[in-house]
């Protein structure tokens, strides 16, 4: 067994509740807070936080930063020939898979312990990823991969080696192609439950648009015809008020990025709405287009919808934690892991009246530290 006591001022609970003490760490998981003990303490002076999570990027992005300034999104990401396509095909392997250290290195900067890739370019593209992620124990990766064409043997072959898939959109496939590949998840399902199915949806008003005209509903009702049930569904800036009942009766939760939907110029999400209804997290999508800074995230969201910032925090954490499935993470809490973002005692935390506010608005990149338990 091994016994850890960390000291320290702590967010606790689903609350946030400002905890300072010594809590008990048994074999990697959080036992309580102890008065007992005086010796061989571990001792941190900032706040110890639930660990930052990111529940989108598109990492490989990070190696064709800030092309297409003010072009449209589907001139720029739209497969397959989309600005962003050809631009990453340029690109060797030895450059994404730096792109990609360099992205994982500021992620851990920020704080960010998880987070979820759309790893493109089907079973190269993960691999890629898996390279990349040899040098880092933190942030881990759930990491989605998609298919170069619908094709079943290679969908099996992206499942064998991933967390799952991670569509672009249902537009960009034909009912009998979306039916195939979620056949093909279902079977992978059954011997795994944590496998996920996620997919863009609602991302702007043209991808609304086109369902309609082709199809005659919305993506979301047209998923649901399908029989297509994802476990979550990104960014949904554009959802109908029957897409938002379909959500809720079929309990799939929304990944927000806002940052990205206003940096792309297609509107903005209604988040409140969301909030109240459905289970909400938040990713920061391109790194092509955003950094992947959580807390700037968190920030933009307080000061465009003064969403309570508890809420928020919860949408980075215990949400995210819960929408990719993460076991017994996303709170410091008994029971949960004792995995934990540090933040320093700046002046970013210092003198606050409201701690949750503070981590939430005024947090940077130069706040957090990699402190190690071990």
């Given at each position: 067994?091994?016994?850890?006591?960390?000291?320290?001022?702590?967010?606790?609970?689903?609350?946030?509740?400002?905890?300072?003490?010594?809590?008990?760490?048994?074999?990697?998981?959080?036992?309580?807070?102890?008065?007992?003990?005086?010796?061989?303490?571990?001792?941190?002076?900032?706040?110890?936080?639930?660990?930052?999570?990111?529940?989108?990027?598109?990492?490989?992005?990070?190696?064709?930063?800030?092309?297409?300034?003010?072009?449209?999104?589907?001139?720029?990401?739209?497969?397959?020939?989309?600005?962003?396509?050809?631009?990453?095909?340029?690109?060797?392997?030895?450059?994404?898979?730096?792109?990609?250290?360099?992205?994982?290195?500021?992620?851990?900067?920020?704080?960010?312990?998880?987070?979820?890739?759309?790893?493109?370019?089907?079973?190269?593209?993960?691999?890629?990823?898996?390279?990349?992620?040899?040098?880092?124990?933190?942030?881990?990766?759930?990491?989605?991969?998609?298919?170069?064409?619908?094709?079943?043997?290679?969908?099996?072959?992206?499942?064998?080696?991933?967390?799952?898939?991670?569509?672009?959109?249902?537009?960009?496939?034909?009912?009998?192609e979306l039916k195939l590949i979620f056949r093909?998840?279902?079977?992978?399902?059954?011997?795994?439950?944590?496998?996920?199915?996620?997919?863009?949806?609602?991302?702007?008003?043209?991808?609304?648009?086109?369902?309609?005209?082709?199809?005659?509903?919305?993506?979301?009702?047209?998923?649901?015809?399908?029989?297509?049930?994802?476990?979550?569904?990104?960014?949904?800036?554009?959802?109908?008020?029957?897409?938002?009942?379909?959500?809720?009766?079929?309990?799939?939760?929304?990944?927000?990025?806002?940052?990205?939907?206003?940096?792309?110029?297609?509107?903005?999400?209604?988040?409140?709405?969301?909030?109240?209804?459905?289970?909400?997290?938040?990713?920061?999508?391109?790194?092509?287009?955003?950094?992947?800074?959580?807390?700037?995230?968190?920030?933009?969201?307080?000061?465009?919808?003064?969403?309570?910032?508890k809420d928020i925090l919860r949408m980075a954490?215990?949400?995210?934690?819960?929408?990719?499935?993460?076991?017994?993470?996303?709170?410091?809490?008994?029971?949960?892991?004792?995995?934990?973002?540090?933040?320093?005692?700046?002046?970013?935390?210092?003198?606050?009246?409201?701690?949750?506010?503070?981590?939430?608005?005024?947090?940077?990149?130069?706040?957090?530290?990699?402190?190690?338990?071990?």
């Amino acid at each position: 067994m091994i016994l850890l006591l960390l000291k320290g001022k702590f967010l606790y609970g689903e609350n946030y509740e400002l905890r300072k003490g010594t809590l008990v760490i048994e074999d990697g998981i959080i036992k309580g807070f102890t008065n007992e003990h005086d010796k061989d303490v571990i001792e941190f002076k900032g706040l110890i936080i639930p660990p930052l999570i990111n529940a989108h990027t598109h990492i490989a992005d990070n190696s064709i930063k800030d092309i297409g300034i003010n072009k449209t999104l589907d001139e720029l990401v739209k497969p397959p020939n989309g600005l962003k396509h050809r631009y990453l095909a340029e690109c060797n392997d030895n450059m994404l898979v730096e792109g990609m250290k360099l992205g994982l290195e500021d992620m851990k900067e920020h704080g960010i312990k998880f987070f979820c890739d759309f790893r493109e370019n089907g079973v190269k593209g993960i691999n890629l990823l898996k390279t990349a992620l040899k040098s880092y124990d933190y942030p881990k990766a759930i990491i989605l991969g998609r298919p170069t064409k619908v094709d079943k043997k290679e969908v099996e072959e992206i499942l064998e080696i991933s967390d799952g898939l991670g569509l672009s959109g249902a537009n960009e496939f034909e009912n009998d192609e979306l039916k195939l590949i979620f056949r093909v998840f279902k079977r992978f399902k059954e011997k795994d439950d944590k496998k996920l199915f996620a997919i863009h949806a609602a991302e702007h008003e043209g991808a609304l648009k086109y369902s309609l005209n082709k199809y005659g509903m919305t993506e979301i009702e047209r998923l649901t015809y399908l029989g297509v049930k994802p476990d979550f569904i990104v960014h949904g800036t554009h959802l109908t008020n029957n897409d938002l009942e379909l959500l809720k009766e079929n309990n799939i939760p929304v990944v927000a990025c806002v940052r990205a939907n206003l940096s792309f110029n297609v509107g903005m999400p209604k988040l409140n709405e969301l909030n109240e209804n459905l289970l909400v997290g938040i990713g920061t999508d391109n790194f092509m287009a955003n950094s992947p800074s959580i807390f700037k995230e968190m920030d933009f969201i307080y000061k465009l919808y003064h969403i309570e910032p508890k809420d928020i925090l919860r949408m980075a954490t215990i949400n995210n934690a819960k929408i990719l499935k993460l076991e017994n993470v996303g709170l410091i809490e008994e029971g949960f892991k004792a995995i934990f973002t540090f933040i320093k005692p700046t002046n970013a935390i210092l003198f606050s009246k409201n701690i949750v506010a503070s981590v939430v608005t005024r947090c940077e990149k130069g706040d957090v530290v990699d402190f190690r338990l071990i």
